[in-house]
């Protein structure tokens, strides 16, 4: 049986933790589905859905065993259309494991079938987020080395199109 994963996530931007991530999956999984959450009633989107797609899919190029597919709804629903039985989500500082852990146990009472693996991106990483990204971009600080070099010019020329509004 193939063992599929699925990573959700906004994204917005993808970071080098996020990618961090995925090629570390991509070595245990056989194939990792990153799924893109096309709406989030507490998130105002710098990307649009598709846009983000298309800046992960230009990041893991070099990985055979990725697909990136755009979702709504219960992130436990998109997982068994997948079948998958396995979510994998990003754990970077402390706070981020009490509002995770919520998710998982509330994934678990909506369908017991499905577990979820927290992963930890290389330390290097465990300080940003795309928020943050977006916000020292949007005050001209360097970002360089926190977005996948296959992208980087694009969400930087997206930062300054948002600053010139």
């Given amino acids: 049986m193939k063992k599929i994963v699925i990573y959700p996530g906004s994204f917005d931007p ?11 999956s991509a070595k245990i999984f056989d194939e990792i589905i990153i799924a893109v959450v096309k709406k989030n009633s507490k998130k105002k989107f710098l990307f649009s859905a598709i846009e983000r797609k298309k800046l992960i899919e230009k990041s893991v190029v070099n990985l055979g065993n990725i697909k990136v597919k755009i979702f709504t709804g219960l992130l436990i629903d998109f997982a068994i259309k997948q079948d998958s039985y396995t979510i994998i989500r990003g754990l970077r500082v402390l706070s981020d494991f009490e509002y995770e852990f919520r998710m998982a146990l509330m994934n678990r009472k909506l369908n017991d079938n499905v577990s979820t693996i927290f992963m930890m991106p290389n330390e290097k990483y465990t300080h940003i987020g795309s928020s943050l990204i977006k916000e020292v971009g949007m005050l001209d600080g360097k970002i360089d080395d926190y977005i996948p070099i296959q992208i980087l010019s694009e969400v930087k020329d997206k930062i300054n199109d948002e600053k010139n509004k």
């Fill in 14 to 24: 993808l970071t080098n933790g996020h990618l961090d991530i995925i090629e570390r």
